[in-house]
Nanobody, 115 residues
Framework: QVQLVESGGGLVQPGGSLRLSCEVS????????MAWYRQTPGNQRELVAD????????TYRDFVKGRFTISRDNAKSTVFLQMTSLKSEDTAVYYC????????WGQGTQVTVSS
């Protein structure tokens, strides 16, 4: 059974940092590109960053470049998102997925950036 379990969200002040984790089960994790997405109420889910199966390639949307870092641990079937210099506009529910597989979405983890 495929399962995506995101964690690590919370309330943080502007300029702060958070590290998100997503543990994946039910697929051969090491074979697939993984990505983080985010969604705010009333808007479509949007891609934030992705990472290739071997971590050799990462890509970021312009709005997080230089602030967020995606990484993965294939031995633990987990993908991470280190977020720094957080802004209020980063407030969203964050999800992980495998873009080429389009797995059922997990519950996400809420990130709220507010003073």
């Amino acid at each position: 059974q495929v399962q995506l379990v995101e964690s690590g969200g919370g309330l943080v002040q502007p300029g702060g940092s958070l590290r998100l984790s997503c543990e994946v089960s039910g697929i051969i994790f090491r074979m697939y590109t993984m990505a983080w997405y985010r969604q705010t109420p009333g808007n479509q889910r949007e891609l934030v960053a992705d990472i290739s199966s071997t971590s050799s390639r990462t890509t970021y949307r312009d709005f997080v470049k230089g602030r967020f870092t995606i990484s993965r641990d294939n031995a633990k079937s987990t993908v991470f998102l280190q977020m720094t210099s957080l802004k209020s506009e980063d407030t969203a529910v964050y999800y992980c997925n495998a873009p080429n597989l389009r797995l059922p979405w997990g519950q996400g983890t809420q990130v709220t950036v507010s003073s």
